[in-house]
């Protein structure tokens, strides 16, 4: 069995920093792309970060160049560093991944239960 667990979310105040970690764990072949979501109260779930097993990587508008996706394989975590937060970035957020559980089976997605991140004024 997979599972994600994120970690890292609380209260921050505005122009802080806050850095989420995710980590993989179970039945585990390979982890291709890694992601980070994060949904707002009425909002739909939106895509912050992506990256690649390939090492590409692809941003929200409203995160360029204020967050940063990034992996450690070795230990099968996955992280967001914000920074300069914002009031609009509160939300909860999602890490996700996909997982190719054993050799030959096929790779599906599979969500954390999400971390919420409050961003005061």
């Known amino acids: 069995q997979v599972q994600l667990v994120e970690s890292g979310g609380g209260l921050v105040q505005a122009g802080g920093s806050r850095r989420l970690s995710c980590v993989v764990s179970?039945?585990?072949?390979?982890?291709?792309?890694v992601g980070w979501y994060r949904q707002a109260p009425g909002k739909q779930r939106e895509l912050v970060a992506g990256?690649?097993?390939?090492?590409?990587?692809n941003y929200a508008d409203s995160v360029k160049g204020r967050f940063t996706i990034s992996r450690d394989n070795a230990k099968n975590k996955v992280y967001l560093q914000m920074n300069s937060l914002k009031p609009e970035d509160t939300a909860v957020y999602y890490c996700?991944?996909?997982?190719?559980?054993?050799?030959?089976?096929?790779?599906?997605?599979?969500w954390g239960q999400g971390t919420q991140v409050t961003v005061s004024s």
């Open positions: 996700n991944a996909d997982i190719q559980p054993w050799y030959g089976s096929s790779p599906r997605l599979y």
């Open positions: 179970g039945s585990i072949n390979s982890i291709n792309a």
């Open positions: 990256l690649t097993s390939g090492g590409s990587t």
